[in-house]
Each structure stands twice: as structure tokens, then as C-alpha cells.
């Protein structure tokens, strides 16, 4: 008798993803875009240490989301082990936000527009179970 292993469905696959949204972050889409290409894909732990090297102000603020996405995916699994899992960013994504608009005086009367750029990011991670050994 031969006996398959069950596939995960998508209800068991929502128990183990954890999604953060963050709006109105100050800093322009094109140079968080910059970051979010080198850690998609990636283990969460690993993608850290990347963001931990790298000099940008968005290395900070995406560290910060993928620490938050962490910890609500703790609350909502609670009773499991966090160590038996490894956790991959499944989707990120970064969105144009807002746009704050002024003008500036210039040279010969004339006035320059200053466009603040916001930005929007969503993450989605994941928990894989670990099937190795722990520690050896």
C-alpha cells in the first residue's frame, strides 16, 4: 500500500504566511526598488544580513518591515516552534505613494517644483517547515 504525502492546501499555506503593509514611507520608490531586487527571493535571515551592509536609508526601513513580519507571523502561530521553520520572502513589493508638492523661489522670478516622493510596501513571508536536523 502505497501512501502519498498530502499536499499542502491553501488554508494550511495561510496559517504559515505572514503579510505586512506599510504606507507613506518617506523615501522614493525607484531607490527602495534598488534594495527590495537584491533580497527577493530570499531567506529572511540572509536578506537581514544583506540590509544590515548596505548604506541606503531604505536598507533601514525594509529591515525594520521584514523584523515586523516576523514578529506578527510569532503572534499568529504562537503555539509552533519558530526554530523548526525556515522563512523566505515570498512577494515584496514597492508602490508609488503620495506626492508632496511645493514650489521654490528661483533665479528670475521663477518658481521650481519640489516633488516628495512617498512609497508603499508590501512583503509577504513565509514559513517552510525545516525537515533537517537542528544543531548537528
Known amino acids: ?69 516576523m514578529a506578527n507571523w510569532k503572534k499568529k502561530n504562537f503555539e509552533k516552534d519558530i526554530y523548526n521553520y525556515n522563512f523566505y520572502i515570498e512577494k515584496i513589493l514597492v508602490n508609488k505613494g503620495t506626492q508632496f508638492k511645493k514650489i521654490r523661489p528661483a533665479h528670475k522670478g521663477i518658481g521650481v517644483k519640489i516633488r516628495k516622493r512617498y512609497s508603499n510596501i508590501y512583503i509577504t513571508i513565509i514559513g517552510k517547515i525545516n525537515y533537517g536536523t537542528y544543531g548537528t
Do not use: H
Request: some cysteine.
Open 1 to 69: 500500500m502505497i501512501i502519498k504525502n498530502k499536499k499542502q492546501t491553501k488554508s494550511d499555506l495561510s496559517d504559515l504566511r505572514s503579510v505586512v503593509n506599510m504606507k507613506k514611507i518617506s523615501c522614493s520608490p525607484r531607490k527602495l526598488r534598488l534594495i527590495t531586487d537584491l533580497i527577493r527571493t530570499e531567506k529572511v535571515e540572509d536578506s537581514i544580513l544583506k540590509l544590515n551592509f548596505i548604506k541606503k536609508k531604505g536598507s533601514i526601513l525594509i529591515k525594520k518591515i521584514l523584523l515586523s513580519a
